[in-house]
């Protein structure tokens, strides 16, 4: 459904980039429930633009509720919200639709919506739409939490510099506020300043460097998927792709499982305090496309940013030639870092909409 | 929507392991379309079992179309199809419900289902099911063909015994028939030797192993997807996530592309001769959601066999106690060997179900 | 979604009149479920031709279960079923595609699908689809009536005959089962003679009637429904029209509200027994597209049947030009009287799905 | 799905009568297409209150775009559009909590969202909505009149006062211009007197009346529609029954259709200057669930409206005892007057959907 996710927690984004707005319109919550705003606009806080790694784009992303709220609570009509858009510079994007940059959308769109394609700032293919998608998900968070369901992520690598991952087995939501608390999203600090450097550098040489995000979330109840085209993997891929430069997605052990013999992968089952749990979390906490009651694990690859400083080769499409384009406009040395909290939002959603 | 899947070509799974049969009802398809049973047969006998390196159950997986063709062409009505199971032993499951396999869906699916779930071969769970996508898929890929769409596999990798990748930028429908034509599904006929070793080693040590499995559709038109919740990525995932074991998807550089820079990753774009190409394809034929034109390459990691035969530690869920278990059914070393047409199948549906 | 309907209980139709079969999946229902295999065969006899005043085709209409039933009980797979067709004369309707039969599907058909539409007995247009609505139906009563709430149908009127409608305040499941132990299901058997012989006129005068059916349901609880798309209202019609010859549907008071007053329309709310009740239901049990907890009430208008042995004027498509056809199959003469069931199982369906 | 329509042209609404804003995201549309915002304004204002039939409530209804328009045309991403309230009286509507009012939806919606429903202006389940509807249907309508469709309504009756019915074969967009254009939207303009005057007299003694609209679509192709469950009857349903008050709905000869025989309710096909049609439109355009080329007719039945002046039984839902209530805010003594537009819009926002 294009842009429109959800079965039960329908998620319905729209805006571009340099639109008046970006929004979102939530419909299926249950009447009665009182939102925290202040935790959505600290959520939407921390994919905002700001800080030396990111884009110079300005932009406060306070979010506006336009209906669905009656003194802060649910009332069963659907939540709209918009965030406006105040800091674009749309004679940037200008040329772009004749001289697509390379790994963006732009030719894509192009051959899908012609000349009519809104180019500036990359339209609706903006990672700016993220900021509607990470208001559904902090909406998404808090009615999570109070069913016991937590959800974080952390950047788990960047370049070839890797955090600490999640403990497989006993990750919660503790882990999870630690991160926050980061300056950089990670779960060990010492890190930091090596994951910073090795953007500076990108920075500095006019590029950019990708990441690997892991995404967790505790307290799902067992059981919770339709497999097969429904499992809680096929809906968890399908909405962490809403966010641009998305190139992997892979659960528990991962790629890395095709490398293991079953006796190695194979999580056995115990006892612990009465409890079924797995020694070991190789599956991710997802077995058939169900949960298994064991911490949901994944990780997320994101490419570099495509947009780079430096000059590069691409085609004039009216010109019918080759050419050379160099970019000049805002952007992040790298996407993976604001995308931490996008990768928590679209978990969230999807498993919300799964346990509604 | 759990058991069905898409919007125009809409397919809906039925059946478990020892049912009367495995099903699955085509929907959407124009009236018209002649059907080659004979190629949908080939196909299918790709997945089934046989051959020294595929579990003992035996079963010729001929389909039987109850509905939906006159004369071998579709007639706008569901085309419905079974398959039968000939060769079920459900005594050998009677216990999995109370001492569930470690890395199989037993524990999880008895958790949403309680004791009402069919353990008999793992139930719907059983990759069984997947002859009813691979019908689907074979449906799929006659009518893409016709639309000068070819999507082809092959077994990228097993254990650490690595095959030759398709060419990224110029990998045709040639290099799938060459696939196809050898007895293993690789690229490269060299490295079959060393493939099969290391699966029949793991037979041998009655234990399993994992592997991976390189996807490609070429002469897809530029501009198909539906982001950001339906983009070509988003559906593929959805898709590939009904084939059992599938543990992580990647498109193009994949995982590889977040330890890259932009100024290696991001592909320029040239003219080759008249048309827009890219010079590498580290996108994988996908941006920003939509297909480029270029190759759509894409790469599923698939876990060892859950299934081994040496002994697991476990739980009694009777008892409420640890205790362990030994596996006596029948199984293949290796589930991503006979993944491959089911890959295909799950990508051709996707595709399609985009392109109708 | 074409064949298939629902959200939560997912029926997918598929078949046609002259196909091996026709059948249903059956998608959603939780695992445990007892089904009574009898109730449901008694159902769909209900529906199967048979007796004075139905077409002259006698099948069996015996479902075969496919999949998704283990001793009786689903497991959490699909319900698959098949109901063979036994007696179909394929040759009567070999030139219907180029004479198209007035008011029948034939011409519309031809002009969606060409010359490989199925004509054979309607295709997949044929009211011999019904009996695979009615499996899925007899499944959602049995659902429905566990959680109190029963569903049922009688002729209200055959041409200008008319039954004693249902008490709209005071109906419950007794009087469901005292129309189903009639020889035609109506409410007062004093008019049945009338109703058979204005049945048996039209067929003698190789003509057709056309008559209303009214169906309800008790125990619904109330605030069921997801307006404004996908009210109790607007989804009873969605499926209700999957029925053949189905002209018209109204709820409640119907089209005569829109000769009332509003003083006269409106039903005031009371106490009954401690219970908030409507003293008249003119809304009949739907407000604002929620149950109101009253019975849901609504009659369905059928066509005559289509098919009638007078000679009737119509075109060849092949020549272009007008000319007269002369219909020799068999056929009911008031399609009505076997609706009834469909318009239950069509009820049932809706609700069902509205309740999981 | 609740506030959201259609699979292709994609409708979501939002807003509550007294929210800041009622709206509207649709998507699905091609990029390129230019709107007549002027068009679309008129539309809104043929539904916005204003003269001496309609409520006192004062809104302009100006629409205001939040995204999807470049320089006015469609750019691919979804048109999000809001239309301010701005005439709310919340106080006026404080009590029908506890005591609700007769045939409104306040006690379904207590039922089903407790006492987090908004009950103010009744919240989304006002005819309010109807104004997001309205815009996406003008827009609907602009676009399927480059298609060759147009989309028209009339005010077939109001309490026993009949208008002329659209002339079943031979009705063009040139009927539902003459309607627009007369002050009350009826064909014969010579019954207007009559029935401001039976509205005025309703409305002079406090009460309401209920009325009937006949809905009309020319240059549909033939064949367009997925029965069972999508047939042309079927969606047009569903999307009708999103308007307030609607009670019945009902297609060529309808329901009178009951007490016909075939041989009178058949309609001949018959060549017209070389295009086949009907000499008759019993059929209402639609047969089998498809379009047959000829006009689509429809008749949709409102009841008067719930509200009225006069003192009315109701219960206290507080002291759980009867009482009585006399309704004070503003509304209309007939919402079928204001419906027309609304019907329009439903109609094309369905038959794009299946067009698209």
Do not use: W
Request: charged share 20%; hydrophobic share 45%; with cysteine.
């Amino acid at each position: 459904m294009s842009f429109s996710y959800g079965e039960r927690f329908r998620v319905t984004l729209f805006g571009q980039s340099h639109a008046p707005v970006v929004g979102v319109v939530i419909d299926g919550l249950p009447a009665g429930i009182e939102l925290d705003m202040d935790a959505i606009r600290d959520f939407l806080s921390r994919r905002a633009p700001g800080g030396a790694l990111t884009t110079a784009r300005r932009e406060a992303d306070v979010p506006e509720i336009l209906s669905g709220l009656v003194d802060g609570h649910t009332c069963g009509a659907p939540i709209a919200a918009v965030i406006r858009n105040t800091d674009a510079h749309s004679e940037d994007y200008a040329g772009y639709l004749d001289t697509p940059r390379p790994s963006h959308a732009d030719y894509a769109a192009f051959l899908k919506h012609g000349e009519a394609h809104d180019i500036r700032g990359g339209g609706y293919f903006s990672a700016r739409l993220t900021a509607a998608l990470c208001f559904a998900g902090a909406v998404a968070i808090q009615v999570l939490s109070r069913r016991g369901v937590a959800v974080g992520a952390h950047l788990y690598s960047v370049a070839d510099v890797k955090d600490e991952p999640f403990d497989p087995v006993n990750v919660t939501e503790a882990d999870f506020k630690r991160v926050r608390a980061n300056a950089l999203p990670v779960c060990n600090n010492d890190i930091a300043p090596a994951m910073r450097r090795v953007i500076e550098e990108a920075r500095a040489a006019k590029d950019s460097v990708g990441g690997v995000i892991e995404g967790a979330a505790t307290g799902l109840p067992g059981g919770l998927g339709e497999p097969p085209f429904d499992g809680v993997e096929n809906v968890l891929c399908r909405v962490l792709f809403a966010i641009p430069a998305l190139r992997g997605v892979e659960f528990g052990a991962g790629f890395a499982a095709s490398a293991m013999r079953g006796s190695r992968h194979n999580d056995p089952f115990l006892y612990d305090n009465g409890v079924v749990k797995t020694r070991t979390n190789n599956h991710g906490g997802a077995l058939g496309g169900l949960t298994s009651g064991m911490p949901l694990l994944f990780r997320a690859a994101f490419k570099p940013t495509p947009s780079i400083g430096l000059t590069q080769d691409t085609v004039d499409l009216n010109a019918k030639a080759n050419t050379q384009l160099t970019i000049h406009g805002r952007h992040d040395p790298c996407v993976a870092l604001r995308a931490v909290p996008c990768v928590e939002a679209a978990a969230a959603i999807a498993l919300l909409d799964m346990m509604l």
